[in-house]
């Protein structure tokens, strides 16, 4: 999944300020961001391929219709009230911006980064289908209050944005960070039997557990991404977190980098 978000251009060293204003008041948009696809998983002998069609399940590889300013996700996004105007503003400028992640069953999470709205953190819960006249193209189902084509939820994160979502049974792991450009804070909230039902809901931090301060640099690594770790020995859960802007002390040659283990409460 992309962002679904508009960029704004940064200001950059040593241009001359209007020049850099000028960068400051270009916001433009991307198609690359605006995709919401799936491609199958075939296991081989010697691993796991990617293949846009798999003949003995019938499996396709199939995309949200979309183009370079929007998909069908972001034409219903157009219709709420909530939601509409933060379109058109940027992201880390706390505008629409989708930074997470998970599956349960049929049913995707998709976790914003921003809007944060008065403190509070949004996940939208969609399903999807292929279309009655593509096997290449899918649509969203309405599974929301009055035929609306997806759930909104909003969860209390102490201010903070979705960065990352992962599951772990029937409990929901929320990597939770600022929606703005900046460093942290950056915490773990875990969610006990989240998404056992088909109700939209308003989770408040009573009903949250804080399970871990991640550590951030100053403008370097910033939290992006989790999954459970398993290596058979560990004695308790083990989270991997990997970050963006990583510190040069975790890169090793041209293409290795370091993330984190830990051992989740």
Known sequence: VGSHSLKRKKAEDGRPAQTNI????????????????????????????????????????????????????????????????????????????????????????????????????VLLEIETELSDDSTDTLVLKKIGPNGRRYRKHFFALNGLGVRDLCTSDDDLLILAGPSMDLDGPVTIFRWRGGFTSDEESVVFADQLEKVLEVPFGQGTDHAEGICLFESGEQLGEVMLIVYDSAAGSRKHGDTDVEGDLFILN
Request: glycine share 12%.
């Open 22 to 121: 000028r960068r400051l008041s270009t916001v433009e948009a991307d198609g690359n961001r605006f995709l919401l696809a799936r491609i199958p998983v075939v296991q081989q002998s010697d691993g796991y391929a990617l293949a846009r069609k798999v003949d003995t399940d019938g499996r396709t590889a199939a995309q949200l219709h979309g183009n370079k300013v929007g998909n069908d996700l972001t034409t219903e996004i157009a219709g709420d009230d909530q939601l509409c105007d933060f379109l058109r503003i940027p992201g880390k400028d706390n505008g629409f911006d989708i930074e997470g992640l998970a599956v349960i069953g049929s049913r995707l999470l998709l976790g914003l980064r921003g809007p944060v709205l008065r403190g509070w953190a």
